[in-house]
């Protein structure tokens, strides 16, 4: 038996890689510094692995920004726009992750998407007809290189064909069955470059596995790794896969020429179930995946051991992770100020690395007393529990979840209302949280400058925000969020039933990272929350000023939530203390509240058979629950990021809001498409500005953008926004980008003709 994990976090305890790679993009430091940082970070984490006793280290999870990214750029998927921009190659790939422009060119990012069903976004690979697709980069390689100097028991890893064909974008003719042979002699190529290492296993990892798998499916993955296999290897292979179960094509794995095959006990719900009744090949090793890699609590060791001992495979077992432990932050010990009684039930990716070691020991009968320990903090775990709330859900009825008027006839009250013009412009919610803000915060929190003082601070930022919105001419203006840190974080701070961290941050995509909250007890509102600001910047102005809440389902979902009660008992506790914060801001004047739902996709089951049993069956009533109790003039928004919403647009129509804002400036529009298809009744806002580059969009590029939306939905049904919050980018760059905003709507106005016969790609 042995031990392993499916990958590592690598933006460093301190975030040493975000900082590194920004300064990089600064140009405050070279791309020499920029390797030499990276490079410590693998070596620490490799000596990490090492130290915990992990069979052999992970090599290939290493990545600058994404390791889909990653993998196109070592087979060539480069796009002719970003290779014309002549750099070098790693530049060229951060032109893809965000997107480049200077004097002599302009180039939008790749599509950014969620992986799989977690916070953390990949890059969309493009492939069009004129693709090579052929091994060119080295970066697995170097990595190699560097591993074997301090290591002898080395593991590589990397995304597998499957699931490289399936996520990309095919922009031409030619679609994926075209590229089988290419995608076949490149993994062929990288075999045969990984012959020149000692290397024990290449881990391939295929997450699309577990989608549910169409008879096609199923034939393009046994080709692919038939012709794949089939080139000469020393080292073993195995077929790494999470996020959930293979049910679709277990059967079809056996048979393969696989060395080994990694399932997931924790999300797979008929993992144990395919290897106890179909039965594990003795001539293959199981990668059991019992330890979570995307949750923090501790393991119960008993109930791990009970599920290894019941598999019909003893030898031929390495104990695994469930997922690459890049969705849990890097060390519980560095949380100096946790609560110890909450913070012995945690475990992040450093104790997981003891965890797998202490499996291994127990499962060979050695230190009982580990198992003792172990069972005794679960025997003691105290989740705080709130009567009021128990009492609260239980006397839910049916008609707490609706709103009445129906939207129709609310839609047309808020227009006599507000009285906004033809495409009405607004924002996101936040804008860029600048250095003084920072700082302002930090020293609050230190003790070096009073609440007054920090008030005042906050306070004048949304009066220079308000006066800037009204000079841009926003038709709906939002007071900036200067008080707040994360989304999440900073209304988790303020509901009873969440504990907080200081250094657990978890990467979302790129140098961007979150510290997720962590529900520990029974949640509710212990006070208002954003009232004070709202009404400060509503009182600034005579336009309209949103109020901005996160939503119920995205604060548990961008939490790290409690295990002992359903998701839907704790979204719905949330649902209802956001729902107080709702009613008050109403209370107090607000009329526009955008209740945002940036998660609302993301855990959405990979198997549609599961999405409503498992999920929209109570995702979209908590957000209902929220707003039910508004008048007709509140009119309701809320957003969505970046994610693949086509599928559920049925659902997302039923949270009965008024308007939506979502990402489409990185897409092809096709969303729209599948809005009408669906008669969508909500009104919504395309975002048209793609906040996560740096890069400025022209008036003219907007003003296009706007055109081809108008090509497919009717004028009185639009808004014009960004795709999300400006929190992370820089002022210069977001007030040219929303100025350029402002006027492409002002000029899509004047060029509206008074008739129904108008065709806004003619008038553009």
């Known amino acids: 038996m042995s031990t392993s994990i499916i990958g590592f976090p690598r933006i460093g305890e301190n975030r040493e890689l975000k900082r590194a790679t920004e300064k990089y993009w600064k140009k405050e430091i070279d791309q020499k510094e920029l390797k030499e940082t990276a490079d410590q970070l693998k070596l620490k984490n490799w000596q990490k692995q090492a130290d915990a006793g992990l069979s052999w280290i992970s090599v290939g999870d290493f990545s600058f920004f994404d390791n889909l990214l990653d993998l196109a750029n070592l087979l060539n998927i480069i796009p002719k726009r970003y290779q014309d921009l002549n750099q070098d190659a790693l530049d060229t790939y951060f032109a893809q992750a965000r997107g480049y422009q200077d004097d002599q060119a302009s180039v939008k990012a790749l599509p950014l998407k969620k992986w799989f069903n977690t916070n953390y976004h990949y890059l969309v690979p493009e492939i069009d007809d004129q693709t090579d697709i052929k091994v060119v980069g ?20 990397l995304i597998g064909p499957y699931t490289l064909l399936k996520l990309a974008h095919f922009t031409g003719q030619k679609q994926a069955a075209d590229f089988i042979q290419p995608v076949v002699a490149a993994y062929q190529e990288i075999f045969k470059r990984l012959n020149q290492y000692d290397l024990a296993w290449l881990q391939i990892d295929e997450p699309a596995l577990v989608f549910d798998l169409s008879s096609a499916d199923r034939e393009r993955f046994i080709g692919l790794y038939k012709d794949i296999l089939d080139q000469d290897h020393e080292f073993k292979v195995n077929l790494q896969t999470y996020f959930g179960d293979v049910r679709d094509i277990y059967s079809e794995l056996l048979d393969l020429p696989f060395d080994g095959i990694g ?24 990668f059991a995946g019992v330890v979570n890699g995307k949750n923090i609590w501790r393991n119960h060791y008993q109930s791990t051991l009970d599920l290894l001992k019941d598999l019909p495979v003893k030898d031929n077992l390495v104990i695994s992770t469930s997922a690459s432990l890049l969705h849990v932050p890097y060390n519980v010990d560095n949380e100096v100020d946790l609560d110890p009684t909450v913070k012995q039930h945690l475990s992040f990716a450093y104790q997981k690395l003891a965890e797998l070691k202490d499996l291994y020991s127990l499962y060979h009968g050695q230190q009982s007393e580990l198992a003792q320990s172990n069972q005794a903090l679960f025997e003691n775990i105290q989740h705080p529990a709130d009567p009021a709330v128990t009492k609260r859900v239980a006397d839910l009825t049916d008609q707490d979840f609706i709103r009445l008027p129906d939207r129709a006839e609310r839609e047309v009250v808020q227009k006599q209302h507000f009285q906004l013009p033809e495409l009405p412009t607004t924002t996101i919610g936040s804008f860029p949280q600048t250095k003084d803000v920072r700082q302002n915060r930090s020293r609050y929190r230190k003790g070096e400058i009073s609440k007054a003082e920090y008030d005042q601070f906050i306070k004048d930022k949304i009066k220079r925000i308000i006066r800037w919105q009204e000079e841009a001419g926003f038709d709906v203006l939002v007071h900036g969020e200067y008080e707040r840190n994360d989304m999440v974080e900073y209304f988790g701070e303020n509901l009873e039933g969440f504990v907080f961290t200081k250094k657990a941050w978890v990467q979302s995509y790129g140098s961007r990272a979150v510290k997720p909250p962590i529900i520990w007890g029974d949640v509710s509102r212990k006070h208002p929350i954003s009232v004070a600001a709202s009404t400060y910047a509503q009182s600034l102005t005579d336009k309209p000023v949103k109020g901005m809440l996160t939503g119920p389902v995205t604060i548990f979902n961008w939490s790290f939530p409690r295990e002992d009660i359903s998701p839907k008992q704790s979204v719905t506790q949330i649902a209802l203390a956001i729902q107080d914060e709702v009613l008050d801001l109403e209370e107090h004047g607000i009329h526009i509240i955008q209740i945002d739902e940036a998660a609302l996709r993301e855990k959405l089951p990979l198997r549609k058979t599961d999405w409503f049993s498992d999920y929209l069956d109570w995702a979209v009533p908590a957000f209902k629950l929220v707003h039910s109790q508004v008048q007709p003039t509140t009119q309701i928004h809320t957003h969505m990021c970046y994610s693949e919403f086509n599928d559920i647009i049925p659902a997302i129509d039923g949270l009965d809001a008024d308007v939506i804002s979502f990402e489409a400036s990185r897409s092809d529009l096709s969303i729209i498409d599948e809005l009408k298809a669906n008669n969508f009744q ?36 639009v808004w014009v926004n960004p795709d999300c919050g400006l929190k992370t980018r820089a002022e210069d760059e977001v007030f040219t980008s929303l100025e350029n905003l402002v006027a492409a709507a002002r000029q899509t106005r004047a060029e509206l003709p008074r008739s129904k016969n108008y065709d806004p790609v003619s008038a553009l």
């Open 263 to 286: 399932l997931d006990f924790i999300e797979g719900k008929e993992t144990k179930r395919l290897v106890s009744e179909i039965g594990f090949p003795d001539d293959k090793v199981l």
């Open 682 to 717: 909500t009104e919504v806002g395309p975002g048209v500005y793609d906040i996560h580059s740096p890069r400025i969009p022209t008036q003219a590029e907007i003003h296009g953008i706007i055109g081809k939306i108008l090509a497919k939905l009717p004028v009185d049904k």
């Open 138 to 157: 080295q970066q697995l390689f170097d990595d190699l290189d560097l591993a074997f100097q301090h290591h002898d028991q080395v593991k590589a890893s």
